[in-house]
């Protein structure tokens, strides 16, 4: 649904653009958003500098988890900094920012990154075969009698 704006005209709300689904871009959008990303990255950096090296390694880029959290900042204050946005808009990013610093700063605090990046190897018990299948076939039967139930029921 179309919204009117302050000046009473009606705003296209599909060209309002949705958050980034870092996961799902294509080699194309990759290759324009990687610069955007690291670009705005670094004005954020700037304009906070207690964002240091704790909080965003130098080696960001190599954490998946520290990029989809940045990305999603960088949506949260592209909505609550927009024309449409309502003047508490800027609080909401504030609040936004304070919970993805915290994230990133736990993320950060748990990487073997120093002065370079390192990859931090982790030794994960195999999940055995008896074991995926089990879970498996009670995750279907229940799923099942839902369904059984829910025809009953209807």
Known sequence: ????????????????????????????????????????????????????????????????????????LRDQERVNYGETAPGTAGVDWHRAFKEVEARLREWTGQLACGAAHEVRTRQIRPLGADEWDCFVKSDMTERKTNAENDTLAG
Not at 26 to 39: G, K, N
């Open 1 to 72: 649904m179309d919204k009117l704006s302050e000046t009473g005209e009606l705003l296209d709300m599909d060209a309002i653009a949705p958050p980034s689904h870092w996961p799902s871009l294509t080699v194309d959008e990759a290759a324009r958003e990687w610069p955007a990303l690291r670009s705005w990255v670094e004005k954020l950096m700037a304009r906070f500098s207690h964002l240091d090296h704790h909080v965003i390694p130098r080696c960001w880029f190599l954490h998946n988890g520290h990029v989809e959290a940045l990305v999603a």
